[in-house]
């Protein structure tokens, strides 16, 4: 094992008839040693890949390309048994997740206690960590989290940032000043490993303060997961206002390209014009909702400005469905159980905004008009319904097919149920061009 490999980490195969073992070993710098030794257990041949390079046509071919070179096996033969390992990485990815990451990040995982997000114009995220002798965090009303609990806390400037000048991301020194240890964590185990694992367990404990860059940005979110059509040919993005394109192998990594004019359709119903693109920019990057900066490129001879947003934010859940064009090739596809899938979420769909709908109507009696992070606190948190994100989804899919609207001003954000609409129209009713419906 060579001095900078993590110790008891990594996962092997044994492949070529028992006379190849192929190593996958996590460094301190953060990426992969890719390793194949003989029966002799001589080394075959070795090289550095950052993590999930396992998805990458390129990196997999070029891997297959240097085995076959340092051995007797066809090239053939030798990316068909490679096939096999990268097939067990991607569909366990799960299983191979502890093995792959490095144990001062397990151990920080497994002692993370809670994720508070503290929203407004300067949001927070409160991060609450064991500490010895080991305790238990005991809720927002202690704030310090306890003497056996440290909290470490973030600004969304810390928080967003994948990459940077320092040689470490914040979390080092903040852990630092907090424990008077030192972890060893690279930027790259920052944005794979921490940060998305603390954001599957973060709560949203105040938002009620959000700039309107910040509300506008979520609405063109809303609206990119209900309208863009991602394509795997970025040439289809010429083709209609609303279609995206997905890349894998970006400078950023896995991406969904969005042309600039497809926000500025997004932001005519707030009625802002290109002008304001440069602060929706600003406040997508600061939400998480896009990854470095727009592109400018020219398709078959058009200039064309592309922001890269991640995949799951424009609803991107499984690439080779959602993505169009991805899956062409497959022998098998599956359009069968993909249309009883596609059935089986539109009811669920429809399950959650009559849920909503109740909601507000027990919130509103008189139809006054309630505060849209009033009706998802109550439904997310107190009724446990779905998380925040599908209720306010849920609330603008009953905007825009008539069962709900908004009084008042735009800034106040209140939702109503609208007079007569108190059950989910059917198929049909629905505005097919998402222009609103009159007021009462």
Do not use: C
Request: aromatic share 6%; hydrophobic share 30%.
């Amino acid at each position: 094992m060579a001095g900078d490999e993590m110790q008891d980490a990594g996962v092997s195969w044994t492949i070529l008839d028992d006379r190849v073992t192929m190593e996958i070993v996590p460094r301190e710098d953060g990426d992969l040693r890719v390793r194949f030794r003989d029966s002799d257990d001589e080394v075959l041949w070795s090289s550095f890949f950052e993590r999930g390079f396992w998805t990458s046509r390129t990196k997999k071919g070029e891997i297959g390309n240097k085995l076959a070179s340092n051995t007797s096996f066809a090239k053939k033969t030798v990316k068909e048994e490679l096939e096999a390992v990268w097939t067990d990485l991607t569909e366990n990815a799960e299983e191979y997740e502890s093995s792959l990451t490095s144990p001062s990040v397990e151990e920080l995982i497994r002692n993370t206690q809670a994720v508070e997000v503290h929203g407004g114009e300067e949001t927070e995220r409160h991060v609450y960590v064991k500490a010895q002798p080991f305790g238990e965090y005991v809720g927002p009303e202690q704030p310090d989290g306890g003497a056996s609990v440290r909290k470490l806390v973030f600004s969304n400037e810390e928080w967003v940032k994948s990459d940077g000048d320092t040689q470490t991301p914040p979390i080092v020194s903040k852990y630092s000043n907090a424990f008077y240890e030192t972890l060893e964590i690279t930027w790259q185990e920052w944005r794979e490993d921490i940060r998305p694992r603390w954001k599957e367990m973060q709560q949203i404990i105040s938002d009620d303060q959000m700039s309107t860059a910040d509300r506008i940005a979520m609405s063109v979110v809303r609206s990119l997961r209900h309208r863009l059509d991602v394509h795997a040919d970025r040439e289809k993005i010429l083709n209609d206002a609303w279609n995206g394109w997905f890349e894998s192998d970006s400078p950023h990594g896995t991406v969904v390209w969005v042309p600039g004019d497809t926000l500025d359709e997004a932001l005519d119903k707030h009625d802002k014009g290109t002008e304001y693109r440069s602060a929706l920019s600003r406040a997508l990057k600061a939400e998480g909702y896009t990854l470095g900066s727009r592109r400018q490129t020219t398709i078959q001879g058009d200039p064309v400005e592309l922001y890269p947003f991640l995949p799951e934010t424009v609803g991107i859940e499984d690439t080779e469905v959602d993505v169009i064009g991805l899956g062409d090739d497959d022998d098998d596809d599956g359009s069968s159980d993909e249309a009883d899938d596609d059935q089986d979420a539109e009811a669920d769909g429809d399950d959650l905004l009559d849920d909503v709908v109740g909601v507000v109507d027990d919130l509103d009696p008189k139809g006054e008009g309630v505060p849209e992070t009033q009706v998802v606190a109550e439904a997310a948190t107190k009724r446990d319904l779905s998380p925040p994100d599908d209720i306010r989804d849920a609330i603008e899919r009953g905007v825009l097919s008539g069962v709900l609207y908004r009084p008042g001003d735009e800034e106040e954000q209140l939702v109503a149920v609208r007079p007569g609409g108190g059950e989910t129209p059917g198929e049909g009713d629905i505005d097919p061009d998402e222009d609103g419906v009159p007021e009462p």
